[in-house]
């Protein structure tokens, strides 16, 4: 059979036979996949599958390796427009770049940014990006819809600062409500997952970070947020509160398992301890780390103590392959490894 992409929609049941099929251990040969309801259903050899389903003809895939879906753990979608200017800009980049630049879209411009990031992450083998929330008013919903067109199924935060706030309580409720409504809204979604995140720990208020952090427990959502990033984030930090950012979200009662804390590349011991007991997540970004940070987190030590981690591009290239020889390299380098 040929294989034209209509060859490969508006089935429920397809026995794929690529040339080469990734699984753990490495690239095999002679291998099917049986999808069933767009899902791997069963994986075994061309022959095995064949016979079973002898009512399906099997779908060659020439020169192709089929894999799974890579999953980008940290990104920011509406931040295409200024990836140009984002490389060797040392720490603290938001304040200079992103806050501007992101205040300035408006919906079509937040739909543009999100389907050349989305389109360029499916190019890249991811099929799932967790987008750390637009700081464009306008852009959330817009978010949305682009993801769903282009296909990748999104992890989209809704911001939920309240540094800023100066109308009280009613300002508080205003955006706890909002994001209780966000949950709702894309409950039921199958592309569009929504999550809550405040930017850093200093953009909240104990309050928020709690209240955030038990919302998205309670929705079995996740909580967003980043931390320990450089040596600046973590010095403001001491100075403000004598905290480190992560132990700001611990002080707070924000640090549970509905976490997913970017960066952490700055951990103490201390720190590493409050993380294995916690259950939150890390996103470790290596190409972010290269191009801004001043240090690199020591993934080998998360995978010790049990803390679950994913590689993150941080919006840099959405190139999974690469993020990978990235994120070996980076630790070879800085922790070394076995
Ligand atoms: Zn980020």
């Not at 060797?88 to 992103?98: A, D, L, Q, T, Y």
């Not at 409504?181 to 592309?191: G, K, V, W």
């Not at 931390?227 to 600046?232: A, I, K, Q």
């Not at 972010?288 to 993934?299: E, F, P, Q």
Request: charged fraction near 20%.
């Amino acid at each position: 059979m040929t294989t034209t992409p209509d060859t490969l929609t508006g089935h429920e049941e397809l026995l794929l036979a690529p040339d080469w099929l990734m699984l753990h251990d490495g690239p095999r040969q002679d291998m099917a996949v049986l999808v069933r309801g767009a899902r791997f259903a069963e994986v075994g050899t061309l022959r095995d599958l064949a016979a079973a389903h002898p009512g399906l003809r099997p779908v060659a895939l020439p020169q192709r390796l089929l894999m799974p879906g890579l999953i980008d753990t940290h990104t920011h979608l509406t931040q295409s427009f200024g990836k140009a200017l984002a490389f060797g800009e040392p720490s603290e980049i938001f304040r200079r770049i992103w806050v501007p630049m992101e205040a300035t879209l408006d919906g079509d411009a937040a739909y543009l940014s999100t389907k050349l990031a989305a389109l360029e992450s499916l190019r890249g083998g991811f099929t799932t990006v967790v987008d750390a929330g637009t700081r464009s008013e306008a852009g959330l919903h817009a978010v949305a819809s682009a993801t769903r067109e282009v296909g990748i199924r999104c992890v989209l935060g809704q911001i939920c600062n309240d540094a800023a706030n100066a109308d009280g309580e009613s300002g508080v409720r205003r955006i706890l409500d909002a994001a209780a409504a966000f949950l709702a809204q894309y409950e039921h979604d199958t592309l569009v997952h929504p999550s809550l995140a405040i930017s850093i720990p200093e953009a909240a208020t104990d309050r928020m970070l709690h209240d955030v952090a038990m919302l998205t427990r309670e929705a079995g959502r996740r909580f967003q947020t980043h931390v320990n990033e450089h040596l600046v984030a973590v010095e403001r930090s001491l100075v403000a509160r004598g905290l480190r950012p992560l132990e700001v979200l611990h002080a707070a009662g924000a640090l549970n398992d509905s976490a997913l804390l970017a960066h952490c590349t700055l951990l103490t011991s201390r720190e590493f301890g409050l993380l294995r007991d916690s259950g939150a997540a890390v996103a470790y970004n290596p190409v972010a780390s290269a191009w801004k940070g001043n240090a690199v987190l020591d993934a080998g030590m998360l995978q010790m103590l049990g803390v679950p981690f994913g590689l993150g591009t941080d919006g840099t290239r959405a190139d999974g392959l690469r993020l990978m020889d990235a994120a070996e390299a980076t630790q070879r380098l800085t922790h070394g490894l076995a």
